[in-house]
């Protein structure tokens, strides 16, 4: 076996993760020419001790049954050579479902909401924004800062005991 670690790659159309370890098949291996064995016997018994681990051969089968419903069309490639056991798990369609046209929508909504929650209670706090909106502190502070930046809202004194004046 190789002294090779472990290896997570994600590209923007698959995912490769592939391992050393000692051949016992060579090529592509699927649910129905599977013959499992541990590819990787020091990781294998970490997995068992962390209680993370079904059977040896559940993530083939597993991976073939759950990857087409989460990555429509989707087959993964597992093979194994000299040296590597290799899984490649492509990626149908765009990683993210935040195009630019609905991420832009979703930043005006984003605004819309800051607005109204300051006009109904000016001294809202940027954490309460986050909290209620369900988006992080810095992508409040980047919505407030363009709403300064666009003459919409106010800041009347220190951040802490000073209160939002909304402008519109």
Known sequence: MSASPGRLIIYKDKVILDNPCTQHFFGEITPENLHPYSHNPTLCKFMIQLGRFDELGSGVRNINKYLP??????????????QYFQLVLPLA??????????SKKSSQKSSQKIVLLMSENPDITIAQLSKKIGISDRSIKKHIAFLQSQNRVKRI???????????E
């Not at 419903?69 to 000299?82: H, N, T, W």
């Not at 004194?157 to 402008?167: A, I, N, Q």
């Open 69 to 82: 419903l989460y990555s429509k069309g989707a087959k993964p490639v597992f093979k194994e050579d000299r």
């Open 93 to 102: 369609g765009p990683v993210s479902s935040n195009s630019p046209k609905s």
């Open 157 to 167: 004194g220190p951040d802490k005991g000073g209160h939002w004046e909304v402008l």
